[in-house]
């Protein structure tokens, strides 16, 4: 069977080396005027104030024998991969140890996680990383309640977690209130203006949705940075308490943690209680996440991303379906936000910007719409990429967006494929189980 | 009375160059039904490919400023209208029957692209240009020595955009692409089906679309004299409101809005505050959808199921 098929390519081989040619040489063409004034003019300030250009024609070559290279190495992937849409089949035998894999690789993940802190006790950079990347997977649990699972994009997510590290930061520097205080707070507060965003954009849908929530993320960034005497404005909030262990702080004195357990101190012992509390935060978003979803307001979520006229049609209430949506997905923001304040000890607006909203999203995304374990691993992925180009410093936006363009080109659908419905109709029963079975990770 | 006649000035100045944006978000919106949202950064591209041809022909020693302009106008009309097509050819023709959410994302993530690789091709510092063109007229002194000002800068803003909108609807209403385009608009399959290239329409679309915002690019720059790289978000946001209030798919519409959207911003910053004049843009795009989801010109969307 295999035989025939080979045959054809084969024989298309001999006249693509002229076709490909074609195409990168256009390729090229487009590329040197796209890139002419660009990157082969460079504008700088002169020495007396004035504009003055220097020209950069060897790195303009450069861009554009990349480009001519690069198109021709696409071209032949694309004709070694073979046309796109062909199913590839899968063994059983393999497919099964897949399905064991992947319903193992949830539990060991979450094992390998509660060790982090023990096996890497000596590299602050790694533990530290472990909060940032836990952080981002709380935020994309959190999300994903909104966009996975009630089909509501959201690109104004950050305000929320802007909201929830305002509320701490604030309530903690001007009343002394303690953290543990605090965090359920900064969540009412944040679920408050997610409701509160909700409300206008009740009939609003699709793109129009995301729209208004990008203008309310913008709206509550330019208030926080023109509010000066409440927030400081762009000088942000500083000097925001650490976190106690019920009461008792983590710090090298008398009365500390350390002194009262009868051990050394170390500022690690800080680092590690974080890296649990922000643990337990995500655990906590992904268990009541996993909760909700067996409970009616959970099902009228998934069948209002489904369908939203047949939800009305069924007498779904849309107006609260949506608004708990909003405002569950706004608390959990707002707890990451908290702890984001805790962690940094100081905050300011430029760590609310839109980028951090796309970022969430993208990982939600990728993540596959509403699969818990996926949006784990892409946060994972996202942000340890993040940091394996921290070297490249003012190129890392810019793989990001590449990133983001080439994996919407390449899966559209996130990593981890369409999260279904929780419950189906009998005929729909066939769908393999490592898809239905997702919702434990 | 003469404060507020110069700021009706300035808005409309403003609003013109919002307009002209809010063109290109309408028309991709009307045929795709997505929010292209790298034309704002399409529109700092422009703005960056002007601020560099006035550069060159400056130097090259070409003192004749109508000649400049009109050739600044050419050049970065011409490459920022490539811009746009390859936008399209690389981040949206792959996903055009993808699921909904994915050709948005790869949209913001085009828009982090540009204004990366502007970024880094051209530095992050603010391009400050000298004037290049000077003089006005004065309109209108009034008595407590406040004078109404009419600077040639705004009269050429407003001129070529009424120029280049004449051109434009022209274009569509009376062309074969202007037809296409509407056909493709009405129902794609069907336009493919009676002979309409689809696939070259659409990226026309994304071409005249770019090539009005270098248009507005090029005005940003005579009119404020700088360029930046980070310019692109906001003012993609503003004139996106533009396109809403004027009633996404509408042409007129989009004029109309970013009009509206200028005007608003400059009296809000003149009588209110000028610190918030972007959250009274977003407020009203808000307020907007939710009272009159339409548009002012826009036609209501009929609910399928």
Avoid at chain 1, 90 to 101: D, G, H, N
Avoid at chain 2, 153 to 162: A, E, G, K
């Amino acid at each position: 069977m295999t035989a025939p098929a080979a045959e054809p390519k084969l024989a298309s081989r001999a006249p693509d080396v002229a076709f490909i040619f074609k195409k990168a040489l256009i390729s090229a063409l487009v590329a040197l005027v796209l890139f002419s004034l660009m990157i082969g003019i460079r504008t700088e300030a002169g020495p007396a104030g004035q504009l003055i250009y220097l020209t950069r024609f060897g790195e303009l070559a450069a861009v554009v024998a990349a480009v001519f290279g690069g198109s021709i190495v696409v071209e032949l992937l694309r004709q070694w991969w073979g046309p796109v849409g062909t199913i590839r089949i899968v063994p059983p035998s393999v497919q099964r140890t897949l399905a064991v894999a992947r319903r193992a690789i949830a539990p060991v993940l979450l094992i390998f996680t509660f060790l982090v802190p023990v096996i890497f006790y000596d590299q602050r950079y790694i533990l530290d990383l472990g909060i940032l990347v836990l952080t981002y997977v709380m935020l994309g649990w959190g999300l994903n309640v909104v966009v996975g699972l009630a089909g509501l994009l959201d690109l104004g997510y950050v305000a929320f977690y802007a909201v929830g590290a305002y509320s701490y930061a604030l309530l903690a520097t001007n009343f002394g209130l303690s953290f543990w205080v605090c965090l359920p707070m900064a969540g009412i507060l944040a679920a408050f203006w997610g409701v509160l965003l909700g409300f206008p954009v009740l009939r609003l849908r699709g793109d129009y949705l995301a729209i208004v929530t990008l203008a309310f993320g913008e709206i509550i960034r330019l208030v926080i940075i023109n509010w000066q005497s409440l927030t400081g404005g762009p000088n942000g909030v500083s000097s925001i308490p650490r976190p106690s262990f019920f009461g008792i702080p983590l710090t090298p004195g008398d009365d500390g943690l350390a002194a009262k357990l009868g051990i050394e101190f170390s500022p690690t012992h800080r680092i590690v209680f974080l890296f649990y509390i922000i643990l337990a935060l995500a655990l906590l978003t992904n268990w009541v996440t996993i909760r909700l979803r067996r409970l009616p307001i959970g099902r009228a979520w998934e069948a209002l991303r489904e369908d939203e006229v047949a939800c009305r049609a069924l007498g779904i209430n849309t107006t609260t379906t949506k608004l708990t949506a909003f405002a569950t997905g706004a608390m959990f923001g707002g707890f990451a936000g908290a702890f984001f304040a805790t962690r940094q000890g100081f905050i300011s607006p430029e760590s609310f910007t839109f980028q951090e909203s796309a970022l969430v999203l993208a990982i939600v995304v990728l993540g596959g719409m509403g699969s818990q374990l996926g949006v784990a691993l892409a946060a994972l992925t996202m942000i340890g990429g993040f940091e394996l180009f921290r070297g490249l410093d003012q190129y890392r936006m810019l793989v990001f967006g590449l990133a983001m363009v080439l994996l919407m080109i390449w899966r559209p659908r996130g990593l981890i494929g369409h999260r279904a419905p929780t419950v189906f109709l009998q005929h729909s029963q066939a769908i393999s189980s490592d898809l239905v079975k997702e919702g434990h990770g | 009375m003469d404060y507020f006649a110069q700021q009706l000035i300035n808005g409309i100045v403003l609003g013109s160059i919002y307009g002209l944006i809010a063109i290109g978000y309408t028309m991709v919106y009307g045929i795709v039904g997505m929010i292209n949202f790298a034309h704002g950064d399409i529109f700092m591209i422009g703005g960056f490919i002007a601020l560099i041809t006035f550069l060159i022909l400056v130097s090259i020693g070409l003192t004749v400023v109508p000649v400049i302009l009109l050739i600044v106008l050419l050049v970065s009309m011409a490459i920022t209208a490539l811009y746009g097509w390859t936008v399209e050819r690389i981040a949206y023709r792959p996903l055009r029957h993808s699921f909904r959410l994915a050709p948005m994302l790869s949209a913001i993530g085009m828009s982090f692209v540009l204004t990366n690789y502007s970024q880094i091709a051209q530095g992050a510092r603010v391009k400050p240009v000298p004037p290049i063109i000077t003089g006005g007229y004065t309109l209108h002194e009034g008595s407590g020595g406040f004078v109404v000002q009419l600077s040639n800068v705004q009269i050429i803003v407003v001129v070529t955009t009424i120029v280049l909108l004449a051109i434009f609807t022209w274009l569509v209403a009376r062309t074969r692409l202007g037809r296409d385009m509407r056909a493709c608009e009405q129902d794609q399959t069907m336009a493919g089906l009676l002979g309409v290239d689809v696939d070259r329409t659409i990226s026309m679309t994304f071409v005249i679309g770019a090539a009005l915002a270098a248009v507005a690019g090029m005005m940003y720059l005579l009119y404020y004299g700088l360029v930046d790289f980070f310019m692109g978000f906001v003012a993609g946001i503003k004139a996106f409101t533009a396109a809403v209030l004027g009633g996404i798919g509408s042409l007129p519409g989009a004029m109309l809005g970013g009009l509206l959207i200028g005007l608003i911003e400059t009296l809000w910053s003149a009588y209110f505050s000028v610190e918030y004049k972007d959250v009274a843009a977003f407020s009203i795009l808000i307020i907007v959808l939710i009272f009159l989801p339409t548009g002012l010109l826009g036609r209501p969307e009929v609910e399928k199921v």
